[in-house]
């Protein structure tokens, strides 16, 4: 088991672009191909979208699981005959795969998905605020998306960013401008900018537009590989139950008081838009 940071502060984050992708690659190792058999769901806040457990089960047994795609935070999961699946683990919803039934079900399992190959593919979610529903292939319920934090181009962010008055901290974790990032990844991605999150979006310089399109896949880039980051309370793991490791590289989220990787001043941590912000004074 990897080491996990303690949640700081009011920061309900995780999990990001970075865990679901994760996610997203182990499911599409693991699953591609295989039949729903049977679907039961015993936590109905789980499937809220869908008036009843009937109807959720009904939409989704008997089709094949054929693609696996994100956009932002939400798995898509491509069905046949056509239809998607969309999943959003939100804080602490978790896909876990288990061998077959007799594999003991973890506490706060909502939703059991049976498999034609004996398999299980199980959502867990203490808090219930994760959800699955089944939709048309065009999922209109996700159209207000802006575009994903991993395909965004330079003049595309330039463009997004044009004129906000709010703080660029705030902008670059708002799903409607850029789909993906949220409070953990934003203040990785300042702090490697060099920009100071409580300024307002509109007012970067075009040089600091490209830095701070540069860390951002830089740093979503890195915490990918390394199976994204994992915080006690908010539990995320992989597919196979498995913490992520980058939060080993934090350089300033969850480290108040600790020195700054760059300079050794101390991470302070201020509240912004009622989410934590970690940052260096020195180094923005």
């Given amino acids: 088991m990897r080491p996990i940071l303690r949640r700081p502060g009011r920061s309900l984050a995780l999990p990001e672009l970075p865990e679901v992708e994760t996610v997203r690659r182990d499911l599409a190792a693991t699953l591609a191909g295989v039949l729903v058999s049977a679907v039961s769901v015993t936590g109905l806040r789980s499937t809220r979208r869908h008036p009843t457990a009937a109807s959720f089960s009904a939409a989704l047994a008997g089709r094949r699981l054929v693609g696996f795609e994100r956009r932002g935070k939400y798995l898509l999961v491509i069905l046949e005959p056509a239809a998607v699946l969309v999943v959003h683990l939100r804080m602490s919803g978790q896909l876990r795969l288990a061998a077959g039934p007799d594999v003991p079900l973890a506490k706060h399992s909502h939703v059991v ?13 203490p808090r219930t605020f994760g959800e699955l529903f089944v939709t048309t292939p065009d999922v209109p319920e996700l159209a207000q998306l802006g575009v994903d934090a991993l395909a965004v181009t330079q003049p595309e962010l330039t463009r997004l960013l044009a004129g906000r008055r709010a703080r660029i901290k705030v902008a670059l974790s708002d799903q409607r401008i850029i789909a993906g990032i949220g409070n953990i990844y934003s203040d990785e991605i300042l702090w490697t900018a060099g920009v100071r999150g409580t300024r307002p979006a ?15 896949g830089a740093v979503l880039g890195a915490a990918v590989e390394s199976r994204g980051s994992s915080l006690r309370d908010q539990q995320y793991v992989d597919l196979g139950g498995l913490t992520g490791s980058y939060q080993e590289r934090h350089a300033v989220y969850g480290r108040e008081g600790l020195p700054c990787p760059r300079c050794g001043r101390p991470i302070r941590r201020i509240v912004v838009a009622q989410r934590s912000h970690f940052w260096c004074r020195c180094c923005r």
Avoid: C, K, S, T
């Fill in 113 to 125: 998905i049976d498999l034609d190959d004996g398999r299980q593919l199980r959502f867990v979610d």
């Fill in 202 to 216: 509109g007012a970067l310089r075009p040089v600091e537009i490209g830095r701070l399109h540069g860390a951002i």
